[in-house]
């Protein structure tokens, strides 16, 4: 594990880094507070041993620096320091500070505080990963619970277009017997001299290709064409606006947070999820002008996908879903109403838990409005619930502009 040693003293710095570089720690050297900020952002590593009294940028001011950065992993601090008061261990702390050792420190001490930073950050580590395991299982069920009802979607668009393709093909045939029609009379007319004109009977040979295109209803295809081309059109349309949608929520790798338009977001989840709803529910929309926000949309997408799938689920025979967006609070509000059986008072306050769920067995892995939770708690956003039996519950989300990693 790499560790950043912040030391103005070289003396010092030179045994902590012989000390810990004993130990099999990679250890880089800065030799001020500036220095280790720049270094803390190129170098990967994630333990910081730092003195309090540096130039430039002191121990307590990296610390708030640190602790106010967005950086992508976290960073255990430990400051050394020779005050020995209460007080300054607290300031310390309150920056930011993970822990604290006196100077002069004791070897066996620094490496045994070093260690369980180090025990700390793994298990932190393992705790992340689980955590994305558990996001990619629970989109896994989601997706395999929409498959069916995305396949119907699918299905409808390609039914109409095969069925328009085969009717195209047979105008086809009937524009290659008139155009073969049209063909000939100008073969005709071609291979004889403008003097012999009048004895090839053009009359007869514009009545037969007039009767050829009556038979055919030649303006009915004409103007039907049109139409099928475009539903065609159309339809492909659609089953790439479904494919892009699953494609976009089915990627497991997409983690890095960019801007993006909730009401985008939950466009393209409706598209998802449509035909889970649109047998139980009329929904009603009204999506605000919003800023985009800083968010990971896939992950946004399957808070929307849980909350709407079981809205629509909660509702025995047919009903409403509202969807409305706002500005809000410096980032957006969410919320999505139904008109379902609604939640239990007794009940309520378990939804958010792993593996609870209120549905038949089968219906529901109990992880979805808890990892909806766990998503919303990591963009540094908020989720509210309210809900009455037989008359439907209503999910408040709050999110930040910027994530709070």
Same mark, same amino acid.
């Given at each position: ?7 103005? #003293? ?16 990679? &250890? ?51 400051? $050394? ?16 500070? =993970? ?35 558990? $996001? ?19 299905? @409808?668009?390609?039914? /109409?277009?095969?069925?328009? $393709?085969?009717?195209?093909? =047979? ?19 071609? *291979? ?6 009048? =004895?090839? #009977? ?27 081309? +475009? ?11 479904? &494919?892009?949608?699953?494609?976009? /929520?089915?990627?497991? *790798? ?33 999506? *605000? ?39 809000? @609070? #410096? ?14 008072? @007794?009940?309520?306050?378990?939804? /958010?838990?792993?593996? /609870?769920?209120? +549905?038949?067995?089968?219906? *529901? ?8 939770? #766990? !998503? ?6 908020? !989720? ?22």
């Amino acid at each position: 594990m790499k560790i950043i040693v912040a030391e103005d #003293n070289r003396a010092s710095a030179a045994l902590l880094s012989k000390l810990l570089s004993k130990e099999g720690y990679f &250890v880089i050297n800065a030799e001020n507070g500036n220095e280790a900020w720049e270094k803390l952002n190129s170098s990967g590593a994630r333990i910081l041993l730092t003195d309090w009294m540096m130039p430039e940028l002191s121990g307590i001011e990296l610390c708030s620096k640190i602790r106010n950065a967005d950086l992508p992993g976290y960073i255990y601090i430990i400051i $050394l320091t020779a005050k020995n008061a209460r007080e300054d261990a607290l300031e310390g702390l309150k920056a930011g500070a =993970d822990d604290y050792i006196i100077k002069p420190f004791d070897r066996e001490e620094l490496l045994t505080r070093v260690r369980t930073a180090e025990r700390i950050l793994s298990l932190e580590d393992r705790n992340e990963k689980a955590q994305n395991q558990l $996001l990619i299982s629970e989109k896994m069920a989601s997706i395999g619970q929409l498959a069916a009802g995305v396949a119907h979607e699918i299905n @409808n668009p390609v039914g /109409f277009i095969s069925s328009n $393709l085969k009717t195209l093909g =047979d105008y086809h045939s009937d524009l290659v017997e008139l155009i073969s029609a049209y063909r000939h009379v100008v073969k005709t007319i071609l *291979g004889n001299p403008d003097s012999n004109l009048p =004895d090839l #009977n053009l009359y007869d040979f514009a009545k037969k290709i007039a009767e050829a295109e009556k038979q055919i209803d030649i303006d009915y295809i004409i103007n039907d064409i049109h139409e099928l081309v +475009k539903d065609c059109s159309e339809g492909t349309d659609r089953i790439k606006k479904i &494919v892009i949608d699953m494609k976009d /929520f089915a990627h497991p *790798g997409e983690t890095k947070p960019v801007m993006s338009d909730i009401n985008k977001c939950l466009e393209s989840t409706l598209h998802l999820v449509w035909n889970e709803i649109k047998y139980k529910a009329e929904v009603h929309k009204e999506l *605000g002008a919003l800023p985009e926000i800083e968010c990971v949309p896939q992950q946004i997408n399957q808070i929307f996908m849980n909350i709407l799938v079981n809205a629509a689920q909660a509702i025995p025979e047919r009903g409403e879903i509202h969807i409305s967006t706002a500005k809000k @609070n #410096n980032g957006v509000e969410i919320t999505i109403k139904d008109s379902g059986s609604g939640i239990p008072a @007794n009940k309520i306050d378990k939804i /958010f838990d792993p593996f /609870f769920t209120t +549905k038949d067995p089968g219906k *529901g892995t109990g992880l979805g409005l808890h990892v909806a939770y #766990n !998503i919303i708690k990591k963009h540094g956003g908020s !989720i509210d619930v309210k809900s009455e039996v037989g008359k439907g519950t209503e999910f408040v989300i709050w999110l930040p502009s910027k994530m709070t990693l």
